[in-house]
């Protein structure tokens, strides 16, 4: 096993962003795109990552903190382009690797399997190689100057003549580099050229002059598609979306209209599960076998057990736990709660903040008061419980197994197992009022004598 070190270049302000937020903390299905490829980074069996950040990012730092908390974060003070952004990585590189990847905070959709072929040269001897691709546009890029399958040198468009501009294929960014030599290589690079920046890709030219060899891989565009503004987050959005929705089918989902349905990385099914059109699964979700999320439904941080039911119109927010075969029907919102199995929330209501315990039926129009304008508290609901049409339960309050509670009730005191409250006034019918009263009104009377 040749031991990796990757170096993740995440320094740059992304300008074209327009935004308050460093580029590589915007999100693709719903996760900040530096996640994305340290998650590759580490997938590929990377020994060592080291994270080269601009200054005052300190959000990117903890980010990097919470997905990868071995990896190792630099601060590059200057911004003098990307073989200076890998040299502040520098003692991670003294360390010595066999293999030292560079890769971009903004280019998402790199998968493990890309960086295997990016390294695959070092081990016949290479001294550095590259990804090459074919974009629609190549305005912008470094061109791969080639000859007889041999790579010779990068040129960025600015230093290209007419003829490298021609060249098609381009260069995706990422190199592989040699651990023995890489420092040596890096430190060679100057800033003599039109941007007067270091430039990473000097290091193709340097590489061969030392005579070495510098090997290079095509892949597809969309594997290397890096983001620069909202419009290309948007794009590899789309692309990522695509991706896990094959993932999903291919695990044994059924995605009736996959086009619709918007995935997260981390979304995990299990196998038969029925994903209706135009759904939803933001961070966070975990839907079990055989469940079925019904059409328009919102699902987030949430854990779906086996065989139940969501929706249609159904809203899961973060720290719902629904058991097995509990049915939340439409028009319902389940906050930071458990569901015991079989249990079965099916209209218009909201629970927060509860425990209801197994084959409770709670009644069209539930409301579970959480919060008092201050505080939140909790709602305990016991198993085989019957929670009538329209009821309140203003937490913090509990209801006993099997308690039953009448329709329209406002639950303020703990109800024991087994009991039947009442929490309503009882209703008073006043014989001939309503005649009397219209005949008042119609005769030009004020309606009370
Ligand atoms: C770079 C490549 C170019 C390639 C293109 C692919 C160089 C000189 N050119 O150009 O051949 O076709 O990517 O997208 O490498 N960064 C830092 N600190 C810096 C400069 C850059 O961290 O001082 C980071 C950026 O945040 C970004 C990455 O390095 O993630 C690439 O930098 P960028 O300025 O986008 O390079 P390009 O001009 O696009
Ligand atoms: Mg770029």
Request: no cysteine.
């Given at each position: 096993m040749r031991q990796l070190l990757v170096i993740v270049l995440a320094a740059g302000e992304g300008t074209r962003m327009r935004s308050a937020q460093p580029k590589v903390l915007h999100a693709v299905a719903g996760r900040p795109m530096v996640s994305h490829v340290l998650d590759a980074a580490l997938a590929a069996g990377a020994a060592h990552v080291a994270v080269v950040i601009g200054p005052d990012h300190d959000k990117v730092a903890a980010e990097v903190r919470r997905v990868a908390p071995q990896a190792e974060v630099f601060v590059q003070a200057e911004r003098r382009g990307t073989a200076h952004a890998v040299l502040a990585a520098r003692a991670a590189l003294e360390r010595g690797f066999d293999d030292v990847?560079?890769?971009?905070?903004?280019?998402?959709?790199?998968?493990?399997?890309?960086?295997?072929?990016?390294?695959?040269?070092?081990?016949?001897?290479?001294?550095?190689?590259?990804?090459?691709?074919?974009?629609?546009?190549?305005?912008?890029?470094?061109?791969?100057?080639?000859e007889g399958g041999q790579l010779l040198a990068i040129r960025e468009e600015k230093e290209a003549n007419v003829e490298e501009r021609a060249i098609r294929l381009c260069n995706a960014g990422l190199m592989a580099l040699d651990g023995r030599a890489a420092l040596d290589l890096l430190d060679r690079v100057d800033d003599a050229n039109a941007k007067k920046e270091f430039y990473l890709t000097d290091v193709v030219a340097i590489a061969r002059a030392l005579g070495r060899t510098a090997g290079v891989c095509e892949v597809a565009a969309e594997d290397v598609a890096g983001v620069n503004s909202r419009a290309q987050l948007a794009q590899a959005e789309a692309i990522l979306q695509r991706r896990l929705r094959a993932q999903a089918m291919e695990a044994g989902v059924t995605l009736v209209a996959p086009e619709t349905v918007f995935l997260s990385a981390d979304t995990s099914f299990g196998r038969d599960v029925v994903v209706e059109p135009n759904v939803f699964f933001g961070a966070g979700v975990r839907v079990e076998d055989g469940a079925t999320i019904r059409a328009f439904s919102h699902v987030e941080g949430a854990h779906v057990g086996p065989g139940a039911i969501v929706g249609p119109f159904a809203r899961l927010r973060p720290g719902a736990e629904l058991g097995q075969g509990v049915h939340v029907g439409n028009f319902v919102e389940i906050k930071a709660s458990t569901l015991a199995a079989g249990a079965k929330v099916n209209h218009l209501s909201y629970v927060g903040d509860s425990s209801v315990g197994a084959n409770t039926n709670i009644g069209a129009g539930t409301i579970t008061c959480n919060y008092d304008g201050f505080r939140k508290h909790r709602t305990t609901i016991g198993a085989n419980a019957f929670i009538g049409t329209n009821s309140l339960l203003v937490a913090p309050v509990s209801v006993g197994d099997g308690a039953y509670l009448a329709t329209g009730s406002v639950i303020t005191d703990d109800v024991p197992a087994d009991a039947l409250a009442i929490g309503r006034a009882r209703q008073v019918n006043k014989p001939g009022l309503a005649a009397r009263l219209r005949a008042r009104l119609s005769a030009g009377l004020a309606p009370k004598a």
């Open positions: 990847v560079v890769m971009y905070g903004d280019t998402p959709l790199v998968r493990p399997d890309t960086l295997a072929a990016l390294r695959a040269p070092l081990t016949d001897g290479a001294g550095v190689a590259v990804l090459g691709f074919r974009p629609q546009d190549p305005t912008g890029y470094g061109r791969l100057v080639t």
